[in-house]
């Protein structure tokens, strides 16, 4: 079982699509664990941006994310990486796939509304980052053995 760091960014949240984003997530059978509602410091951004300090977005990009709150949120399942990432589409929102996030609600690379960790090495990272141990809650699912295939 995988978990993944998801961030719905400030353009999301202005435009109305915590609940869209949500409703895709929780639609393809992955399970939310965590998530609360920020206003990111600018600490915490350049942290979780650290490997883009020095290209030429890299300012913009903390601007961004700091600009007005974002929903941040832990999501548990099989694959959960490539799952969400191939949910949110990709990263230029004209090479996105249809039926993806940024392809259906996004033009601009650097307004594209969602984060995903890209890795399960990354994931444990940003999860550790961003919630503390006791803010992630693991909890049963009825419906998990329907979606996982595992009793
Ligand atoms: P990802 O979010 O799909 O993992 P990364 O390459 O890790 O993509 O880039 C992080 C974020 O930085 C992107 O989601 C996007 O918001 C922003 N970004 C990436 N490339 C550009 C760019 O060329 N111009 C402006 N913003 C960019």
């Not at 929903?71 to 949110?88: F, H, I, K, S």
């Not at 994931?123 to 550790?128: C, P, R, T, V, Y």
Request: glycine fraction near 6%.
């Amino acid at each position: 079982m995988e978990r993944t760091l998801v961030l719905i960014k400030p353009d999301a949240v202005q435009r109305g699509l915590i609940g869209e984003v949500i409703l895709r997530l929780e639609r393809r059978g992955l399970k939310l664990i965590a998530a609360k509602f920020l206003q990111v410091s600018q600490e915490l951004a350049e942290a979780h941006y650290a490997v883009h300090k020095g290209k030429p977005f890299y300012e913009g990009l903390v601007r961004y994310i700091t600009s007005s709150p974002l929903m941040a949120m832990v999501w548990e399942g099989p694959n959960a990486v490539a799952a969400v990432r191939q949910t949110m589409g990709a990263t230029r929102p004209t090479e996105a796939a249809p039926g993806t996030i940024r392809h259906d609600f996004a033009l601009e690379v650097g307004r594209n509304l969602t984060h995903a960790s890209d890795s399960p090495e990354t994931a444990a990272q940003e999860i550790a980052l961003w919630f503390k141990p006791e803010e992630i809650y693991p909890w049963e699912r009825a419906t998990d053995p329907w979606i996982t295939g595992q009793n």
